[in-house]
């Protein structure tokens, strides 16, 4: 079976920093690009950060780029958002995701259960 497991979320103040983290089971991460999408309260799916699948090539939504890196540990099968000076707009729940911008908009097989990022003061 397919699992994506998130981990690393949490309650931060503005300003402030968190990693988080997703390990993929039942596929070979390393086979595939992947992605960050957050889904806010109220609010459909955005798209914030993809890497290829060799980590050669990062791509970020404006709102984040600059303040957040993406990463991929392909021998640990493992995925990283690294998050700094995050701002209260950022609360949401981060999702990995096997899928590349646009097409992020529906969860499937191939997204995380998420995991809960707070920023507030």
């Known amino acids: 079976e397919v699992q994506l497991v998130e981990s690393g979320g949490g309650l931060a103040q503005p300003g402030g920093s968190l990693r988080i983290s997703c390990t993929a089971s039942?596929?070979?991460?390393?086979?595939?690009?992947m992605s960050w999408v957050r889904q806010a309260p109220g609010k459909g799916p955005e798209w914030v950060s993809g890497?290829?699948?060799?980590?050669?090539?990062?791509a970020y939504a404006d709102s984040v780029k600059g303040r957040f890196t993406i990463s991929r540990d392909n021998a640990g099968n493992t995925l990283y958002l690294q998050m700094n000076n995050l701002r209260p707009e950022d609360t949401a729940v981060y999702y990995c995701?096997?899928?590349?911008?646009?097409?992020?908009?529906?969860?499937?097989?191939?997204w995380g259960r998420g995991t809960q990022v707070t920023v507030s003061s």
């Open positions: 039942g596929f070979t991460l390393s086979n595939y690009a």
């Open positions: 890497v290829w699948r060799d980590g050669g090539f990062t």
């Open positions: 995701a096997r899928c590349w911008r646009s097409a992020c908009q529906i969860r499937d097989d191939y």
